[in-house]
């Protein structure tokens, strides 16, 4: 057995060893690889709607000419024409040539949770304001994509929807033949290359942007709509001076896809209090969950999310829906590290898979003797925040699958461990369950670091479960 | 996927014919009991892990969600560890003792004797270790450990009331 334990201390301060050089490799590698896009793209603007009076105007005007059509209208029209603007969230905004387009995030009723909707409202100095509707209905993973990093590109269906508007005012709406024509800019930028293709913003650097335009027909099914790489495409980059020189897309509305995020968590919500206390409600479904249990818990919309394709995915189940009462219920205090915990995202411009994760907490138990008499002894280890890293080859969900399994395999070593080591001081305790994630990711060609690789803006909270490590392929 | 599933077939009809007495796997090669290796992502670290996700496996009036094996260099497995849904009950409770006999220790919690938190300098993160003095008592006492000492090996209960869920482990012991 002791020499069991010194070798299982060698490999350890081997693998410590290891482990020190590589992440300090990595820390100064990151030095060079991170570089943050620093263009100046005035065009590009972000605000509320209430400080944009022109804009409030026109739109009050809109919803009262609207309101007195959609009063006369059969419900199913009001149905899909209605909306609420999301106030207290910023527009994408762009502002060059003598024309402005506001992408305003806004939640129409009845829109189904894979969905999400922009009013798109173009002035212009010279042509008519245009205003219209946009659905976006994004491939799976775009809005858990869009909140780790605001400028993935959109792909997945677009439709239009033209506003029912007698156009009396500005000639509102005036399309061609039915049809609209947007343009969406995109920039190329990494690391002083040509790299990843990204929703062009404020920060793109000149010679890196380009733009594709697109039109779509009113009462047209949706179109498909990828992201578009210039080196195969041959679009035409926009260059250095601005668009006035070289760039006609001005002409169109400039069309940045703003995903309504406040309101999304609140449907998915309402999706899964619908689905466990609403649908499927007959003699045999009894399944409740009281509202205020999700109103408690902090979960990130791709956790929700998890939680809503199970339910989806399954038809409302009762056995499902018993399966996610029990794991909301008990979403902090199961056995197993959670795959949702870690929402990896690999920004455009920087070669690195990352997630951060908040309260990875874990409670050791073991007894012995203590002062010559038997004793328990517990030991609560606590990140407040923790950041791990996968390969990146890996995909979002193989990368969390992965680090659920490395940590529950690092707990569980270092829960046999103590058993042993019970004695060991409170930094020896850290020091080795430190090891044995650094150890475990290792497995996976990933590692676990205490400083971020990049800005992470929204740590996710530690979740676990009663049933496994789960899986987030 | 296909091994994997035959080696959790062959698993569970080993472990169905030795009544639950995971206790009778220790010392065993795990290449013994049909685990191929390369399906277990962290054999070097000698342990090796099933989770029961949609099966879980009936252990006595219980469930086991989870089962992990600690082996030894040479591959022999050294501990058994089972996590069951829940704490164990009284029922379940004077099933292990009709099989093992009375435990050799039921320890409950007592007197703090140290609670100390440290923030670590190194690694970003706060550790708080408690040490309690440990009566003897019994079942309905609430303990956190109930250990069997026998013969080459030691079964150990941990109850983890803040989870409402309970751990077995089989330890091989000289």
Known sequence: MKQKILNCLKFGILVFGISLVLFNCQTDNSDELIQFEKGNNTAFKKGKLQDYDDLSTYIENLKRRRASIISSAES???????????????????????????????????????????????????????????????????????????????????????????????????????????????????????????????????????????????????????????????????????????????????????????????????????????????????????????????????????????????????????????????????????????????????????????????????YGRLNGQVGTITATVNYSLVFFVMPTWMTNGQAATSTAIAVNNALNLTKNWFLINYEASESEIITYLDFMLIEQMALFAGTKTDFPPFTIPSPAPYVTSLLSTGNCN | MKNYLLFLTLLISQLEMSEHQYELLLGKDISSITIDNSEFIANKSNYYSIPFIDNPKAYHNNYIYFISFCTNDEKKITEVSIKLKTLVDKELYTTLTSIYGQPTMILVPDKILYDKTIESEKVKATVRKTKSKAKQGAFEDNPTFIIWEKKGFKIEVLMKYEQNISEISFRKVA
């Open chain 1, 76 to 366: 199913d029209i009001e149905d899909a024409y209605d909306f609420t603007i999301i106030q207290d969230q910023d527009m994408q905004i762009y502002d060059e040539g003598g024309s402005i387009t506001y992408n305003i995030p806004i939640h129409k009723t009845n829109e189904e949770v894979d969905i999400f909707s922009n009013l798109v409202i173009k002035f212009s100095d010279i042509e008519p304001t245009q205003a219209f509707i946009l659905n976006y209905e994004p491939y799976d993973g775009y809005f858990e994509d869009v909140e780790q990093n605001s400028q993935t590109p959109f792909s997945g269906y677009v439709s239009s929807q033209l506003l029912e508007y007698d156009g009396s005012l500005d000639g509102l709406a005036e399309t061609d033949g039915g049809c609209i024509t947007v343009t969406t800019k995109y920039c190329d930028w990494e690391n002083n290359q040509h790299g990843a293709v990204h929703i062009a913003t404020s920060n793109c650097t000149e010679g890196y942007m380009f733009y594709v335009s697109t039109t779509y027909c009113f009462g047209d099914a949706p179109q498909l709509v990828d992201v578009p790489s210039p080196s195969s495409s041959g679009f035409p980059y926009i260059p250095s001076g601005g668009g006035s020189s070289g760039d006609s897309s001005y002409e169109h509305p400039v069309i940045i896809p703003t995903v309504p995020s406040i309101s999304r968590e609140e449907e998915l919500k309402k999706s899964i209090l619908d689905c466990i206390n609403t649908l499927s409600l007959n003699n045999s479904d009894t399944t409740t969950i009281d509202p205020e249990i999700l109103e408690q818990l902090n979960l990130t919309l791709r956790q929700w999310t998890v939680i809503n394709d199970s339910l989806n995915e399954n038809g409302c189940s009762e056995e499902v829906q018993e399966d996610v009462i029990e794991f909301l219920e008990n979403v902090f205090v199961y056995p197993y590290p959670h795959c949702s915990s870690f929402e990896y995202a690999k920004p455009p411009n920087i070669n690195i898979r990352a997630c951060a994760v908040t309260n990875l907490t874990e409670t050791f138990y073991a």
